[in-house]
């Protein structure tokens, strides 16, 4: 019988899911090697199905998005129980990712936000309710909590596997290493590690070319014409995530002219990667007086968006426990 | 770029079994200092209960730590219940924190294994209700002890100390704080901002309360300091850089364009003489005189080269002129001549970069630059100066009247919530200096105007009585204006003073001919800057702070960097003198223990961490950090490095650590704090 494998997206974009597909051949090695139990997005389940599993007979679940309201939490528990290996898969279970800046806000405003601005038409202020009643029967719909958490803030993980989404070519790899365990041809790693993913920056893997900086100014990409196509993007006064940001991706979007957003997350042993970055931008500027370091600061127009674009829920200021009412 | 580095395995952490430490907490009573807002004893109680899980073995209070007996008590745990860390819940670690390490060390512990939780400044002295007190003091013991687990044995680093001493300021402080050092065998360099040493004492003409002659008692020591074997005189020079650390400083002295040369210049002042250009004096004759384009600021200047004035001369602004050079008897003028930088490496520096006069102008109701016959103190110094402008006539701005009625303002610009809050020390005495010289030399009739009468020193009291005695006549109250818009026939062509007097309790409204403002003192316009070059801090009011206000007063939170003189707050000529010999005796003190003792402090980089983003590279301040070309990595030299930590705060890949300040210990002290590692319930 052949092992099982499932997948599961909470609070997500649906980006990880074409990134495994995106491994294009790829796919056949899993359906080959592994029997499919779960994935909502590939196939249809019920999640009583999947309540019925005995628990620990899934080997490896790869679980993408961060957990925002009851049924991602529901799911969550639910998969950890069911499965031997829990991967944390993406930006979004790992950290948070973009959903996570969302914590920036209590819920009420981001329901206000979504269904009653200048760009959505509700003329009747119709707004979810968590619970309706209708004729068969009353419907419930998942209940928000007041702020997003990576999944290991809900359940205990066994691997993180870091991008926005993970590159395919680290994913191929992590299917290849799963398939040599399964056949006993390879160790897996120890619990908790970081895998499909380099130890270093995105510097270590960028070919352009560094010197010592001292940054007058900062901008935005469309202000630098023509931009140095070999000097490092930095350097050019441009805020690059690169320095903080774990390896791994091959510094594609420096080598495609454009600066690290920091999808990779934070760089081994990194305890906060917003504190980090920020305290590294703030090394490299070139001013003598308060005003002048205000002046070139005020060049980040949104710094929590700069440095925590994808770290936020996973901060070191993570919020805390008593911020939400975990459900045990 | 190849995918070596990114392989698909890579380790989050490594869970490591961790050896259990034994504990021991300290809980001291201070006293009442402590004890009487924390609760100590429980304090002692709850970490042995609650902290036990995380190998506290031992926790006790005692009267004071700090004692023998106290010191005794933490030895002998260490030796009895074999210890591996300790905890001292006391004062501030910048008290007692060697105290402690050093009895650890003579017990056998790594003196870096020793933490003190601040539990007095921190905790005692900013509380008053006790039950809140005693929390916090829990929290600090618990983050103490958490952080006290992830302390690494270190070392202590030996390094020589550089025999050579900088001299900041060539004030009377400067002065006799380079004599001192340099008479005990060892070499200075005294760098002064001006032509000439001798600071403002140069200007006096007499010096409060014996009234010796204040040149007369200055210039042997300017000629000691110019010619002794042992001071290079840097005049007209300014430090531009300080790099380095205590025994090693490294210095660079900017010497400013003379455009004389000192090598052939013989002092006979004929240049001076003979250059056609006449500049009024703001600095030494605080704008009552005259000097030339090419000048010495007075002829008593040490060095005697003079300075050409770049500004003023008019060979610099028309291209013509160059009288001095054709009469110069060595040609010694030198207009090519540039400014140069010194490079001088020493041991310690000592800072007596003085201080500034209140400008009177911005008591605007005193009439300061609006009413000719207002002066301020040191206009007043050079007019009853014999060597000054009026050859030491006391008379009105015109130059020739002698006034009959003077008034003497104190406290002007001091003791003022608009100005300064502070009271500048020199001023009452100053004021009844000027009563005196006024009296004697005119026989005019002379009012002091003050708050309060403040002569609390050797023979100043005395002094005080004499002027009393000589006639002068006192008006206890603050000055509220200082006008020329008469209201009576007494009072037309007088400046007329309107005071309160508090005594008589009465408004009164004096016409005087002469005001003199005794300004107060204030901190260099530049010494913020100054003491950010030299890595010390300013008070509020913008004097450079001592290391302990009563214990020591010369030196500063930087080791290697004395204080003195008025550049540390007012003072008067005695006890700058007083502080410029003692901080030479702590010069003197380190330069013989030949080599000085360093917190093994370091940073470092985890080279497979390092990415190369070289972000670090431009940050250190003692030009510690290489760049590997080969490896494309960064790296530390530890002999460079000074623990300041800009670094490993920089690092975006955390690829920097500093010992004694790591991230795991940084955490753990947190966790402690919050209250995270308590003993389950």
């Excluded at chain 2, 209140?358 to 109701?365: E, G, H, K, L, Q």
Aim: net charge negative; hydrophobic share 35%; charged share 20%.
């Amino acid at each position: 019988m052949k092992p099982k494998f499932a997948m599961y997206w909470a609070a997500s974009c649906g980006g990880c899911e074409i990134a495994v597909l995106n491994t294009h051949e790829k796919i056949l090695d899993v359906d080959a090697n592994f029997e499919v139990v779960f994935w909502p997005v590939a196939m249809d389940a019920k999640y009583k199905d999947v309540e019925a599993m005995e628990d620990g007979s899934i080997l490896l679940t790869l679980f993408n998005g961060g957990i925002r309201n009851d049924e991602n939490e529901h799911i969550a528990r639910l998969l950890r129980q069911k499965s031997k290996i829990l991967v944390s898969f993406g930006s979004c279970a790992c950290e948070g990712c973009i959903p996570g800046l969302a914590n920036l806000s209590p819920v009420g405003d981001i329901v206000q936000t979504a269904f009653n601005t200048i760009t959505t038409d509700n003329p009747h202020e119709i707004y979810p309710q968590t619970t309706y009643d209708v004729p068969e029967g009353e419907l419930h719909i998942p209940k928000l909590f007041s702020v997003l958490r990576p999944l290991d803030q809900v359940v205990d993980v066994d691997y993180y596997m870091p991008g926005c989404p993970p590159e395919s070519h680290q994913i191929a790899a992590v299917i290849d290493l799963v398939i040599k365990v399964v056949k006993g041809e390879a160790q897996l790693p120890p619990k908790g590690s970081t895998i499909g993913a380099g130890d270093s920056t995105v510097c270590d893997e960028c070919p352009r070319s560094r010197n010592v900086k001292l940054i007058k100014e900062f901008k935005r990409i469309q202000d630098i014409a023509p931009m140095d196509p070999t000097l490092c993007i930095l350097e050019q006064g441009i805020p690059c995530n690169g320095p903080a940001t774990r390896s791994g991706c091959n510094a594609r979007c420096p080598q495609a002219g454009t600066q690290c957003i920091g999808c990779y997350g934070p760089a081994e042993g990194v305890m906060d990667y917003g504190a980090r970055l920020i305290t590294a931008f703030s090394s490299v500027i070139d001013a003598t007086t308060p005003e002048e370091i205000e002046h070139i600061l005020d060049g980040i127009p949104d710094p929590t968006g700069q440095v925590y674009r994808f770290n936020l829920a996973g901060s070191l200021l993570k919020a805390s426990a008593n911020a939400f009412k975990v459900k045990e | 770029m190849s995918d070596t580095r990114s392989n698909p395995v890579d380790k989050r952490s490594s869970p490591v079994e961790k050896k259990i430490e034994r504990v021991g907490v300290y809980v001291c009573h201070c006293g009442s200092n402590i004890a009487g807002t924390v609760d100590v004893v429980d304090v002692a109680k709850w970490a042995g209960e609650k902290l036990k899980h995380q190998g506290v073995v031992v926790a006790r209070e005692y009267k004071f730590m700090c004692s023998s007996l106290g010191q005794e008590l933490i030895q002998k745990d260490i030796k009895e219940l074999g210890l591996t860390r300790v905890v001292v819940a006391a004062c501030s670690p910048h008290l007692h924190e060697k105290t402690f390490r050093t009895a650890a060390k003579n017990a056998g512990l790594n003196p870096y294994l020793v933490e003190l939780a601040s539990i007095r400044e921190q905790v005692s002295w900013v509380h008053s209700d006790k039950t809140v007190a005693t929390a916090k003091a829990k929290a600090v013991v618990a983050g103490a002890v958490s952080r006290v687990i992830e302390n690494r044995p270190l070392d202590e680093i030996k390094v020589p100390i550089n025999p050579n001493t900088l001299v900041v300021g060539g004030g009377i402080a400067g002065i006799q704080s380079a004599l001192e050092i340099a008479n005990a065998g060892f070499h200075v360099y005294l760098v002064e901002r001006e032509p000439s040493i001798g600071g403002h004492m140069a200007q006096f003409d007499k010096t409060f309360p014996t009234l010796d002659c204040s040149a007369c008692i200055l210039t042997p020591r300017m000629v000691e300091a110019g010619t002794h074997p042992n001071i290079t005189l840097l005049t007209w020079s300014d430090v531009v850089n300080v790099s380095g650390y205590v025994g090693n400083f490294h210095v660079t002295i900017k010497k400013k364009a003379r455009f004389v040369n000192e090598e052939l210049c013989t002092g006979c002042g004929i240049c001076q003489e003979k250059c056609p250009k006449k500049v009024i004096d703001e600095v030494y004759e605080a704008g009552l005189g005259y000097r030339k384009a090419v000048y010495t600021p007075f002829a008593q200047a040490v060095p005697n080269f003079p300075v050409m004035d770049k500004e003023n001369c008019t060979y610099f602004i028309k291209g013509t002129c160059k009288a001095c050079e054709k009469f110069c008897p060595t040609g010694a003028i030198d207009f090519k001549q540039e400014d140069q930088l010194i490079n001088v490496d020493v041991g310690n520096i000592v800072l007596a970069t003085g201080y500034d006069l209140f400008d009177a102008r911005r008591v605007s109701n005193y009439g300061y630059g609006r009413l000719p016959n207002v002066f301020t103190s040191l206009e007043f110094e050079r007019l009853s100066n014999a060597a000054g402008p009026t050859s030491g006539n006391i008379v009105l701005r015109d130059g020739k009247t002698t006034p009959k009625n003077v008034g003497i303002i104190h406290c002007v610009g001091s003791r003022d919530k608009n100005f300064n809050n502070y009271c500048s020390v020199i001023c009452c005495m100053q004021g009844l200096k000027f009563a005196h010289l006024v009296h004697e030399r005119t026989g005019a009739t002379v009012y002091n105007f003050y708050i309060d009468m403040r002569t609390a020193y050797k023979a100043y009291d005395e002094f005080y009585q004499r002027v009393l005695e000589e006639g002068t006549l006192f008006v206890r109250g603050k000055v509220a204006e200082v006008t020329n818009a008469a209201r009576r026939e007494s009072e037309k062509g007088k400046l007329i003073i309107q005071v309160e007097d508090t005594l008589a309790g009465k408004q009164r409204r004096i016409p005087v001919d002469m005001v003199i403002l005794s300004s107060g003192l204030q901190p260099r316009y530049d010494a913020k800057e100054v003491g950010k070059m030299f890595g010390i801090s300013c008070s509020t009011d913008g004097w450079f702070t001592e290391k302990h206000p009563k214990l020591d007063p010369v030196a500063t939170m930087t080791e290697g960097i004395y204080i003195v003189g008025c550049a540390q707050g007012p003072k008067d000529i005695p006890s700058s003198v007083a502080q410029g010999a003692a901080a030479s005796a702590r010069v003197l003190d380190k330069i013989l223990q030949k080599e000085v003792t360093l917190e093994p402090i370091k940073a470092s980089v985890d080279h497979e961490k390092c990415s190369g983003c070289k972000v670090c590279n431009g940050m250190c301040p003692f030009n510690a950090i290489a760049f590997i070309e080969d490896d494309k990595v960064s790296d530390i030299n530890p002999a460079l490095c000074q623990g300041c930590g800009t670094c490993v705060a920089a690092c975006p890949a955390g690829a920097i650590s500093g010992t004694g300040f790591s991230d795991a210990q940084i955490i753990a002290q947190i966790d402690g704090l919050l209250l995270r590692n308590l003993e389950p319930a």
